[in-house]
Nanobody, 127 residues
Framework: QVQLVESGGGLVQAGGSLRLSCAAS????????MGWFRQAPGKEREFVAV????????RYADSVKGRFTVSRDNAKNTEYLQMNNLKPEDTALYSC????????????????????WGQGTQVTVSS
């Protein structure tokens, strides 16, 4: 399995931006499909974005489409989530996840698809 460490979270005002990073170590990063999920207090973990192993395919939750951008740098073993025009409802613990599997556009939105997780980084958006 790959080890994942997130960074870049913090407190930001509504309309602001943050960039999250997910640094991977262990086995070959470029093999992994990488995702971002978030969990707000009292709510279930929800899908945010996913990117294929090559970086050529991405998918987003409707709630973040047009505001968030997922990317990766396989040379640096790092995945990113650029978050713009943040809203208070984006407040959550954001976690990155890795899957050493074949791309499946339906399954990639499910937490169960992923087999490695980071500890998460808190994002708080004030109104």
């Amino acid at each position: 399995q790959v080890q994942l460490v997130e960074s870049g979270g913090g407190l930001v005002q509504a309309g602001g931006s943050l960039r999250l990073s997910c640094a991977a170590s262990g086995r070959t990063f470029s093999r992994y499909i990488m995702g971002w999920f978030r969990q707000a207090p009292g709510k279930e973990r929800e899908f945010v974005a996913v990117i294929s192993a090559s970086g050529g395919t991405t998918r987003y939750a409707d709630s973040v489409k047009g505001r968030f951008t997922v990317s990766r740098d396989n040379a640096k073993n790092t995945e990113y989530l650029q978050m713009n025009n943040l809203k208070p409802e984006d407040t959550a613990l954001y976690s990155c996840a890795a899957a050493d599997r074949i791309w499946n556009s339906i399954a990639t939105i499910r937490p169960s698809y992923f087999n490695s997780w980071g500890q998460g980084t808190q994002v708080t958006v004030s109104s």
